[in-house]
Nanobody
Framework: QVQLVESGGGLVQAGGSLRLSCAAS????????MGWFRQVPGKEREFVGA????????LYADSVKGRFTISRDNAKNTVYLEMNNLKPEDTAVYFC????????????????????WGRGTQVTVSS
């Protein structure tokens, strides 16, 4: 059972930046896509972005493209989400997750594909 722990959330003004981290308990995640989703109360969990197993490919939601960057450090079993030019609509709980498929050909953006989830970290952007 892979455990994921997110950190780095907080309160920031619009236009500011935050960097989220997600540490995984297992080295085996180096063979998996790791991603970030976010959720606000009353809405479905929304795909933010993901990075493939070796960091070569990324996929982003249109709403964050050009502002957010995902990277990973497999030596540390950690994935990062660098968020710049934050907007009030980015306010949400951000969750880290792992696609259980080993080295998939494509990065998935559906939460139904991902299996392991962290408990989330709150990001609040004030206007």
């Amino acid at each position: 059972q892979v455990q994921l722990v997110e950190s780095g959330g907080g309160l920031v003004q619009a236009g500011g930046s935050l960097r989220l981290s997600c540490a995984a308990s297992e080295r085996t995640v180096s063979k998996n896509v790791m991603g970030w989703f976010r959720q606000v109360p009353g809405k479905e969990r929304e795909f933010v972005g993901a990075v493939d197993w070796n960091g070569d490919r990324t996929l982003y939601a249109d709403s964050v493209k050009g502002r957010f960057t995902i990277s990973r450090d497999n030596a540390k079993n950690t994935v990062y989400l660098e968020m710049n030019n934050l907007k009030p609509e980015d306010t949400a709980v951000y969750f880290c997750t792992v696609d259980p498929r080993v080295r998939p050909a494509q990065i998935a953006d559906s939460h139904s594909i991902y299996k392991y989830w962290g408990r989330g970290t709150q990001v609040t952007v004030s206007s």
